[in-house]
Structure formats: C-alpha cells, structure tokens
C-alpha cells in the first residue's frame, strides 16, 4: 500500500505541467472587456486621488484634542463644589481615554492609507509603461 502511495506522489512530483483547484481558462477578451479597460484607464487618476482624499484626518485630531484639553482646562478651572469636581474629573477621564483610542485608530488609517497610496502610485507607474493612464 505505502508503495503504491509514494508511486503516486512521485508521478505528481514529477508531472510536467502543473494544475491546480483553481486553475481555469481565460476565455479572450471582447470589444466590450477593452472599451471598459479604457474607461478606466481614463478614470485611474480619480480613483488614485479617493484614496488619498482623508488627508484632513490629521488635522481632525488635532482639533478634537484641543477640544477635550481646553474642556478639561475649563472644567478643573470651574468654581463647582468638591463632589461635582469628583464626578467631573470622572468623566475627563473617560473621556481622554476615548481620546486616546481616537488618536491610536487614526493613526493606523493614516499608516494604512500612506500604504495604499504607495501601492496605488506604484500600479499607476506600472500602467504608464504601457497604456495612457489619466
């Protein structure tokens, strides 16, 4: 049995043109398939400019951390009795924990979308090469 098995796995091994699950047949391109290439060829530049289109995100952050520092500032500074500056100092807390969260989460979408602009600039170069991509 074992014999049989290795002779098997031998004859795949030694199988010149490889297949796999996935494999099918490209069937050829029609007049339709090329004139929806071209139509998007001209809109490259359009889609390559949607993903670079959040670079406001930066300036987002910034402006909501002003929000909650001057919030805190003004709230600390307040004239409220002892237990309302308890509660309230509770609630900063949380707050600026959330802000904390806020400035993590857009950083990873500032780094992901650097990627997919390089990558996207990249595909772009590549095309050049041989179509006119607007």
Known sequence: MLGKNLNTIKSFL??????????????????EDKQRFAETLKS???MADAISGNRN?????ERVSHMVETASRMISESDNDMLDKVADSRRMKMV???????????????IHERRCQAAIDDIGEGLKKYYSVD
């Open 57 to 61: 995100l930066e300036e987002i952050v």
């Open 96 to 110: 600026q924990a959330a802000l904390k969260d806020f400035r993590k989460s857009a950083n990873e979408i500032m």
């Open 14 to 31: 030694n199988e010149t043109e490889k297949h796999t699950v996935f494999e099918t047949e490209s069937a050829p391109l029609t007049m």
């Open 44 to 46: 490259f530049s359009g």
